[in-house]
């Protein structure tokens, strides 16, 4: 585990970037986990265009406020479910990106169409809108995902995962840029979707740290 204080200062700052870029609206969240059964998360009330440290609060899996001034998302949950399922996740986030959740809305399946829109492919979809506040849907969530390093979920949203904040917070820009591709070019005709062995190349190439902290300086940078 890291300093406490610079992990909630990145969690800001994913939020904030996320908030900027049109992905997290006033009702999205992000969260890290802590050594034991403890994560950071942005509390429910707070302003994600505005968002510091004193809006990050810990909280334990079943909700409980260990350390902060307010109440954590109701779909805290979500965040809970995910960490008691996948041991390798350290970094979590729920977003309402809209181009996305447009091809969830009409049936489409998230395509391939953009190189590091990719890395996320396939993208499972929870067959259901409604919210993760609650343990059974949080397990059920958990269960869509499975291994994969994101998910939809049917007129709601979508879940990004990582072994940081930066990759969480990457694929989650990553896949909503190629929903956006992949929306736009099926006003023309039928997109190019990539091949089995374009996927593998793409992952050979792209899935890399530096270039993870590439695309987070990117956006890091903006926020100035």
């Not at 200062?9 to 986990?33: F, K, T």
């Not at 109440?71 to 008691?84: D, I, Q, S, T």
């Not at 996740?89 to 590091?116: D, R």
């Not at 849907?137 to 291994?147: E, I, S, V, Y």
Request: net charge negative; aromatic share 8%.
């Amino acid at each position: 585990m890291g300093d406490p204080t610079e992990l909630k200062q990145q969690l800001v700052d994913c939020i904030r970037m996320l908030e900027s870029a049109d992905i997290i609206d006033y009702n999205g969240h992000a969260s890290i986990r802590l050594d034991g059964d403890r994560m950071l998360i942005n509390m429910g009330a707070c302003q994600r265009s505005r968002l510091s440290v004193d809006d990050i609060c810990t909280i334990d899996m079943e909700g409980r406020l260990v350390d902060g001034q307010g109440k954590p998302p109701l779909e805290f949950h979500l965040h809970a479910g995910v960490y008691r399922a996948r041991p390798d996740v350290q970094a979590c986030v729920h977003a309402h990106p809209k181009w996305s959740t447009f091809l969830t809305m009409t049936g489409h399946a998230y395509e391939p169409v953009y190189a590091q829109g990719s890395l996320v492919y396939p993208v499972p979809v929870l067959d259901s809108p409604n919210s993760i506040n609650n343990r059974a849907m949080a397990d059920r969530l958990a269960a869509t995902l499975g291994d994969r390093p994101a998910a939809l979920m049917k007129s709601h949203g979508a879940v990004t995962v990582g072994k940081s904040i930066q990759e969480a917070f990457v694929l989650a820009n990553y896949m909503e840029e190629n929903a956006y591709r992949q929306y736009m070019a099926m006003q023309i005709g039928k997109p190019y979707v990539f091949t089995p062995h374009e996927l593998a190349m793409c992952r050979e190439k792209l899935w890399s740290d530096t270039l993870f902290q590439r695309a987070w300086d990117h956006f890091h940078a903006k926020l100035a």
